[in-house]
């Protein structure tokens, strides 16, 4: 069963932002990048994961590129987990948010209404030629645009590359009115994401869900559990 106070903690709260990462999907299969087992820690190739991941290598390797793409980042079977479908129904019934560093896709599929992909997503694929949007099948395909045959490319933050002004925006404006912050699945490590938190309001809550402890240098309420538990137990109230 979950903690009264923290249930109680939601059924208060006036506005939530979930703020979340890979650990949110690794129960729907997908794996995650930073954990011992993770994709930049097990990569048994002559460069880091991060090359792979970069606009350097889309410009310069885009067959090196794609090949990494499919083998590693791909997951369209990937379903949906609890984690997800809990903060969907949040963002259904009451007002809150979903920022997530995910690019898996997984949020849309459970229909989370109110969300902000800071990282962008797989499924969002375009050409670099003509800028025309395809479908992601297309793409798992073929590289090329099959109409024009340019380099297609997935819509997603490559190292390298800057952050979408509007996500950045929208994100920040949800932090900066939030009374509950709720952290889930992520080390809050990576920059800028981490530094959304810097917006909360001094008076806001902080609960972190996450098998890791995690010391973000103010007081938070840190649940160190399976985070699929908890929003199992978790109500929407």
């Given amino acids: 069963m ?23 999907s690794t129960p ?22 991060e ?18 793409m499919m083998k590693n980042m791909y997951y ?7 984690i997800h479908e809990r903060q969907a129904e949040f ?12 690019i898996d896709g997984l949020y849309q599929k459970a229909q989370t209404k109110k969300l902000v992909e800071f990282h962008g997503t797989l499924f969002d694929v375009y050409c670099l030629k003509c ?12 590289m090329h645009h099959k109409d024009c045959g340019g380099i297609l ?17 929208r994100s920040v404006a949800a932090i900066s009115t939030s ?9 809050m490590r990576v920059y800028p994401f981490a530094g959304l938190i810097d917006y909360r309001p001094n008076s806001a809550e902080v609960v972190v869900v996450n098998q890791e402890a995690l010391n973000l240098g103010f007081p938070i309420t840190m649940v160190q559990e399976d985070a699929s538990k908890f929003f199992e137990d978790l109500q929407v109230n």
């Fill in 2 to 24: 979950i903690d009264s106070a923290i249930q109680q903690k939601f059924d208060n709260a006036k506005k939530i932002t979930f703020l979340t990462g890979a650990g949110v």
């Fill in 28 to 49: 729907s299969g997908i794996p995650d990048y930073r954990s011992k087992n993770g994709l930049y820690t097990n990569d048994a190739s002559d460069k880091p994961a």
């Fill in 51 to 68: 090359y792979y991941l970069s606009i350097d290598c889309l410009k310069n390797e885009p067959e090196v590129f794609y090949d990494f």
């Fill in 76 to 82: 369209p079977d990937a379903k949906p987990n609890v």
């Fill in 91 to 102: 963002t259904q019934k009451r007002d809150a948010m979903v920022i997530t560093q995910n």
């Fill in 131 to 142: 800028g025309k949007h395809v479908d992601y099948h297309e793409y798992l395909h073929d």
């Fill in 153 to 169: 490319r997935p819509n997603i933050v490559l190292y390298g590359e800057g952050l979408d002004g509007e996500n950045i925006s």
């Fill in 179 to 187: 009374d509950l912050i709720v952290v889930v699945g992520t080390s």
